[in-house]
């Protein structure tokens, strides 16, 4: 496997700058591209499950923080908080506070449940110089988050679903997770000191691993309840969690979320927490291990290049970019021989070839990077083959 620090910085996927910060990489027009990618991969995803997406602000009063139980359990790994006209203002270090206000900002029926809502955003946290490294341990996280409030007798059905996205998702990126743990509380005063939430939260979650070979580890838990952690690899062998299910009795007592129940009375919803590709950052930091800069055709940052064979094809070449919203590059004569281009663009899925006879005729050959050969073929039905074959989870590595 290769080392995404080296590969992603040679790949022109991002970078970082001493001037910014440790832990603070920016991503580069191409990262940038595998990253959009990525961000409607998971939200059609979500939107197909029935979740809807929100945003919510990265900033939030301390008081947001003392009230779900994250300043007084987690503080260490959050960023001082900053003076602001009389008050204070943390960078929040999770997103579960602002969700638990939205959806307590307006009233909701049993027949509303379970709503999921979900969303891409920023979170903060501290972390020690000695442990940043790429993009797989930053201080700016932008995380696929969601949590779904349900009534009690949802929670595992919830909890299950989640799990099977995390699956869905995990077999299309082509991520093979090295284990499932169930990560539980451990001694000291980390955890939210309530036994009989913590008991009912961990049958859930052992129900919904009833069919999984998974590892229970104690101390690994969030404050506030247990967590499903799929755990993922690099190639030194270093563990690292990617996605999570978690199950929160604490935060709705915490924020009073309600609910009104068939009997006309309120009652109290549980959160169903759950990332299904954890951080941005993190998963394309494995992304580029597994597949070593060769990404599959959807996720590409050009999942073409149109090479005319002389410089009379150009504008043929220009205007097949410009016929459809692929992302595409024109790597004319000016780079090199025909030859040249073609092993430059080893990494992209596929090649368009327009040369005199191709561009008489309307159409264009193909090459993919597996090593296919497509006959030529008018430019549209071209188009066509690269879009279907450029779905996700279309023609595996392609």
Known sequence: MHDHRKLGRELDLFDSDPLVGAGLPYWLPDGAAVRHALEEFVRGLERRAGYRHVYSPVLGKRELYELSGHWSHYSEDMFPPMDLGGEQVVLRPSLCPHHAVMFRARPHSYRDLPLRMAELGGMFRAELSGVLGGLSRVRAIQLNDAHVFCAPDQVAEEARAALE????????????????????????GKYVVDPELWRRAEAVLREVLSDVDYEAVEGEAAFYGPKIDIQIADGAGRESTLSTVQVDFHQPRRFGLSYVGPDGAKHRPVMVHRSIIGSLERVVAHLIEVHGGAFPAWLAPTQVV?????????????????????????????????????????????????????????????????????????????????????RPGAGGRR
């Open 306 to 390: 149109v090479l005319p064979v002389s410089a009379a094809e150009v504008p043929d070449a220009v205007e097949f970019a410009r016929s459809t919203d692929l992302r595409m590059v024109v790597a004319g004569p000016e780079r090199g021989s025909l030859g040249a281009r073609v092993r430059a663009a080893r990494l992209v899925p596929f090649q368009v070839v327009i040369g005199a006879r191709e561009a008489a005729a309307g159409q264009a050959s193909v090459r993919s990077r597996d090593g296919e050969r497509w006959d030529a073929a008018p430019v549209a039905e071209v188009l066509a083959r690269i879009s279907s074959a450029a």
């Open 165 to 188: 996205l995390v699956r869905e998702a995990h077999a299309v990126l082509g991520i093979k997770p090295v284990r499932y743990r169930l990560s539980l509380p451990g001694a000291g």
